[in-house]
């Protein structure tokens, strides 16, 4: 298992409406409207003054705040609104605003499947939780033709509950805003319906409703199809949903429009990875890189492709780019894992148990590292340490059925624990019921204890997945000669 990254808002007219919903202040753009046409414009530190007021209003009794996930055009501008906001915060002398350096590392920590995109509700509360805070506000800000949208979410940790929402119409010709802004691309126009259907739709995609995201982001590109980031966006709700093929195509209609569109370019690349066509998905990441030089998430990605592939060379070009990406990041702790599990595969056990260590010393509650420490402890014959590893994966990941295969056949070089690895391996069949390694060590184990019975039942289920498995059909041939022979006595 590779740790791969898919890169990835209430209105100033008055405060009584957030107490139902959010609140859009937009006006029908017609061809390329100057910042004049669309009124109620106001400059980003009035927005998030006002901001920071409307939340110490729904947000009353949740003492420790944090700022995290703010998606914006670049690192400047993503810490101009956390710093600006978090000082508004701190003026209402009901909070305490978390310190911004550690909540960006908490999400990078918690981000997953190494997506470019949004950081979507549950994993804000895992950032919460991280942080030690009540309440976490994430967002997003976003350049259009004539004005830029300010965005907010505020999500209780406990529940995981949206407390309230705040948008507004920033001005792009705000001096602090134009000073931090990247050089102006080409920026789309928006009609009030379509940037309606978009904004519900990156509001589903945080609240992982993939399928209802995927329906409004269609009606926005209906009514504007050349919304680069409602094909992105799109694209993404796609991938999450394994759907290689359509989230490729929307990744492609996005560079269309924007062909240095970074977080497409990284996506892109991880679709291609994730089906096989691993000099598509390597080809991308170079562009990525180009693109934004020394990202720690591309070098990373672009170490995983190089794995895939295993060319000559390959693992050589693996380990330079994850040795880039934590050089960048020294607390990247996926590039920590996939650099541990590459060590694995080339039979470095102790190289991989360091990588591991220092993957777990960063985030302890990772379980996939938890696991594959167990693994090459197993390997290096270290058999109650493997034990006591694949545990703490199980507590922390009940679903993971690799944890429970491993465990079962520890179990069994431990103490000859038959009973233990069967229920082991009963569990592992229960959440991934075709499961052939599962089947064949529950069967090895029944052949172990003499139920023959059951141990023909499952070689004869998995030879129906796995065909050319001579050891389980060797095995299943035993079992059905000692049954005959059993008859055949009698």
Same mark, same amino acid.
Request: charged share 25%.
């Given at each position: 298992?590779?740790?791969?990254?898919?890169?990835?808002?209430?209105?100033?007219?008055?405060?009584?409406?957030?107490?139902?919903?959010?609140?859009?202040?937009?006006?029908?753009?017609?061809?390329?409207?100057?910042?004049?046409?669309?009124?109620?414009?106001?400059?980003?530190?009035?927005?998030?003054?006002?901001?920071?007021?409307?939340?110490?209003?729904?947000?009353?009794?949740?003492?420790?705040?944090?700022?995290?996930?703010?998606?914006?055009?670049?690192?400047?501008?993503?810490?101009?609104?956390?710093?600006?906001?978090?000082?508004?915060?701190?003026?209402?002398?009901?909070?305490?605003?978390?310190?911004?350096?550690?909540?960006?590392?908490?999400?990078?920590?918690?981000?997953?499947?190494?997506?470019?995109?949004?950081?979507?509700?549950?994993?804000?509360?895992?950032?919460?939780?991280?942080?030690?805070?009540?309440?976490?506000?994430?967002?997003?800000?976003?350049?259009?033709?004539?004005?830029?949208?300010?965005?907010?979410?505020?999500?209780?940790?406990?529940?995981?509950?949206?407390?309230?929402?705040?948008?507004?119409?920033?001005?792009?010709?705000?001096?602090?805003?134009?000073?931090?802004?990247?050089?102006?691309?080409?920026?789309?126009?928006?009609?009030?319906?379509?940037?309606?259907?978009?904004?519900?739709?990156?509001?589903?995609?945080?609240?992982?409703?993939?399928?209802?995201?995927?329906?409004?982001?269609?009606?926005?590109?209906?009514?504007?199809?050349?919304?680069?980031?409602?094909?992105?966006?799109?694209?993404?709700?796609?991938?999450?949903?394994?759907?290689?093929?359509? &989230?490729?195509? #929307? !990744?492609? @209609?996005?560079?269309?429009? /924007?062909?240095? *569109? =970074?977080? %497409? $370019?990284?996506?892109? +690349?991880?679709?291609?990875?994730?089906?096989?066509?691993?000099?598509?998905?390597?080809?991308?990441?170079?562009?990525?890189?180009?693109?934004?030089?020394?990202?720690?998430?591309?070098?990373?990605?672009?170490?995983?492709?190089?794995?895939?592939?295993?060319?000559?060379?390959?693992?050589?070009? &693996?380990?330079? #780019? !994850?040795? @880039?990406?934590?050089?960048? /990041?020294?607390? *990247? =702790?996926? %590039? $920590?894992?996939?650099? +541990?599990?590459?060590?694995?595969?080339?039979?470095?056990?102790?190289?991989?148990?360091?990588?591991?260590?220092?993957?777990?010393?960063?985030?302890?509650?990772?379980?996939?590292?938890?696991?594959?420490?167990?693994?090459?402890?197993?390997?290096?014959?270290?058999?109650?340490?493997?034990?006591?590893?694949?545990?703490?994966?199980?507590?922390?990941?009940?679903?993971?059925?690799?944890?429970?295969?491993?465990?079962?056949?520890?179990?069994?070089?431990?103490?000859?624990?038959?009973?233990?690895?069967?229920?082991?391996?009963?569990?592992?069949?229960?959440?991934?019921?075709?499961?052939?390694?599962?089947?064949?060590?529950?069967?090895?184990?029944?052949?172990?204890?003499?139920?023959?019975?059951?141990?023909?039942?499952?070689?004869?289920?998995?030879?129906?997945?796995?065909?050319?498995?001579?050891?389980?059909?060797?095995?299943?041939?035993?079992?059905?000669?000692?049954?005959?022979?059993?008859?055949?006595?009698?």
């Amino acid at each position: 298992m590779n740790q791969k990254k898919f890169i990835p808002t209430l209105s100033l007219c008055a405060l009584a409406f957030l107490c139902c919903c959010a609140k859009h202040v937009t006006a029908q753009v017609v061809g390329a409207p100057s910042a004049s046409a669309v009124p109620n414009l106001v400059n980003l530190d009035a927005a998030l003054a006002d901001a920071a007021l409307a939340i110490g209003v729904h947000a009353h009794g949740f003492a420790h705040i944090a700022v995290a996930g703010i998606e914006a055009p670049s690192r400047k501008v993503e810490g101009f609104i956390a710093d600006e906001l978090s000082a508004g915060l701190v003026k209402n002398k009901s909070f305490k605003v978390l310190e911004r350096g550690a909540a960006l590392s908490a999400v990078d920590n918690e981000h997953k499947f190494q997506m470019s995109g949004i950081v979507d509700d549950k994993e804000i509360v895992g950032v919460g939780h991280y942080l030690g805070a009540d309440a976490v506000i994430t967002g997003a800000f976003h350049c259009f033709a004539g004005f830029g949208q300010l965005r907010l979410r505020v999500i209780a940790v406990r529940d995981a509950q949206l407390l309230t929402m705040y948008t507004a119409r920033v001005s792009l010709k705000d001096p602090v805003l134009a000073g931090i802004l990247p050089p102006k691309d080409k920026r789309p126009n928006v009609s009030d319906a379509a940037l309606a259907y978009l904004n519900r739709g990156m509001d589903l995609l945080r609240e992982g409703k993939y399928d209802g995201a995927i329906r409004e982001l269609d009606q926005a590109l209906a009514i504007n199809w050349n919304l680069p980031m409602a094909c992105f966006y799109r694209g993404w709700a796609y991938s999450l949903l394994g759907e290689h093929d359509r &989230a490729i195509a #929307d !990744y492609n @209609a996005a560079l269309r429009l /924007k062909p240095d *569109y =970074y977080e %497409a $370019l990284n996506n892109r +690349g991880a679709a291609y990875d994730d089906k096989g066509e691993y000099d598509k998905a390597i080809a991308d990441y170079d562009t990525a890189l180009a693109v934004r030089p020394n990202n720690h998430v591309a070098l990373n990605n672009r170490g995983l492709a190089y794995r895939h592939r295993d060319k000559k060379g390959d693992n050589a070009l &693996a380990f330079a #780019d !994850y040795d @880039a990406a934590l050089k960048i /990041k020294p607390n *990247y =702790y996926e %590039a $920590l894992y996939n650099r +541990g599990y590459a060590h694995y595969d080339m039979r470095r056990y102790d190289q991989a148990i360091a990588d591991y260590n220092a993957a777990l010393k960063i985030n302890p509650d990772f379980s996939l590292a938890l696991r594959d420490r167990g693994l090459a402890y197993h390997k290096s014959k270290k058999l109650n340490a493997a034990l006591e590893d694949y545990n703490a994966a199980i507590k922390l990941s009940p679903n993971d059925y690799q944890a429970f295969i491993y465990r079962g056949i520890v179990r069994e070089q431990i103490d000859g624990s038959y009973r233990g690895c069967v229920a082991d391996f009963n569990a592992a069949l229960k959440i991934k019921p075709d499961n052939a390694d599962a089947l064949f060590y529950r069967g090895r184990t029944y052949y172990n204890m003499n139920d023959k019975e059951s141990a023909i039942s499952d070689f004869r289920a998995l030879l129906r997945i796995d065909p050319d498995n001579r050891i389980a059909a060797q095995l299943l041939w035993e079992c059905e000669s000692q049954s005959n022979s059993s008859l055949l006595r009698r």
